[in-house]
């Protein structure tokens, strides 16, 4: 596999939790005040990249079978994770991930919070808001590069296609001052859940020993199949039209860490 | 304690999620194929993909029921 696809899919991944981690952050500046979030920021992405620097070198080092085995199961399970989450979005049995909302909620609690300072961090409120969102969201896409980089042996590809979607939705939020929540952000997360299971398939069953026909053009048929039987589930559990989804919670204390768990 | 409770529940939250019958047919498909290659040399690349999509029907199914 060449460096494009691993570039693109960490891209389109690492973009939707960027969307999500941003939407956090604005509601902390723009609510709260931006030197605080801006510290929490730079805190969260320091230990992310803390963490991508040890464990990437240390990952590669591990014999190749066994990463895949071990990374396969763990993106297998991670990407169905997603594509349930997201068929379950797509028929209506769960609402889906609005922007708008999200940030009217994170708006609601960062007002209510009382104010309070620690060292030299003014506003610890937002400071921990946007420590915990960036952290949480992060990891996530900590999670997609290292996987998906050591096992192509290109942690400095998928570095790229991160940093890239990062500073794509951070470029892109600071020019409009807003979540945005017309991205078509849950049909992006479908698109992820199909590549996280289709890779996690592919390189799990390799692990175990499999000799896929095509070797890695495999692929090519693997993930238009995975996409295919999530579109059946689609269509075959289409809640009928008139009955309405769980609606989303309206709590103006919905937390940064609620947020992330149900993304 | 508590923090390391927290951890664990953390990374569990994060990793296998609401379904944990989706993980353990993951991992017992990826048990049985790597038996199937080595020990009776069968080349069973078929397995996981049918497990999977097994598992994601079977996990949609319980939670649209529920």
Not at chain 1, 137 to 154: H, K, P, S
Not at chain 1, 205 to 225: F, I, K, R, S, Y
């Amino acid at each position: 596999m060449t460096a494009l696809p691993l570039i693109l899919t960490v891209f389109v991944a690492c973009a939707v939790e960027a969307i999500e981690a941003l939407t956090i952050v604005l509601a902390a500046g723009l609510t709260r005040e931006w030197r605080s979030t801006f510290q929490g920021m730079a805190a969260a992405l320091v230990v992310l990249a803390a963490i991508v620097a040890a464990l990437g070198p240390t990952i590669t080092l591990l014999p190749l079978t066994a990463l895949r085995l071990a990374v396969g199961a763990l993106l297998a399970i991670f990407g169905l994770q997603w594509l349930r989450k997201a068929i379950l979005r797509a028929t209506g049995y769960k609402s889906l991930h609005d922007e708008a909302s999200a940030y009217l909620r994170e708006v609601a609690a960062a007002k209510a919070a009382a104010p309070s300072s620690r060292g030299r961090v003014h506003d610890w409120y937002a400071f921990t808001l946007a420590f915990k969102g960036v952290l949480l969201e992060g990891l996530e896409v900590v999670f997609i590069v290292i996987t998906f980089g050591a096992n192509q042996r290109n942690v400095g590809a998928a570095v790229i296609g991160a940093a890239a979607a990062v500073l794509v939705v951070a470029v892109t939020g600071i020019a409009v001052r807003a979540p945005l929540a017309k991205v078509p952000e849950n049909a992006m997360k479908f698109a992820v859940g199909i590549m996280l299971t289709s890779f996690g398939i592919f390189w799990g069953a390799e692990g175990a020993g499999v000799a896929w026909p095509g070797n890695d053009a495999a692929l090519l048929v693997l993930v238009p199949v995975v996409a295919l039987v999530a579109l059946c589930y689609t269509v075959l559990l289409r809640r009928p039209q008139g009955v309405r989804p769980a609606s989303a919670p309206t709590s103006a204390s919905a937390s940064a860490s609620e947020e992330v768990s149900s993304s | 304690m508590r923090r390391l409770k927290s951890i664990g529940a953390f990374w569990y939250d994060f990793v296998v999620g609401d379904d944990w019958r989706v993980a353990v047919v993951v991992v017992a498909a990826l048990a049985l194929t790597a038996l199937l290659v080595h020990a009776a040399g069968v080349n069973a690349w078929w397995l996981l993909p049918a497990c999977v999509f097994a598992a994601l029907g079977w996990s949609l199914r319980r939670a649209t029921r529920s």
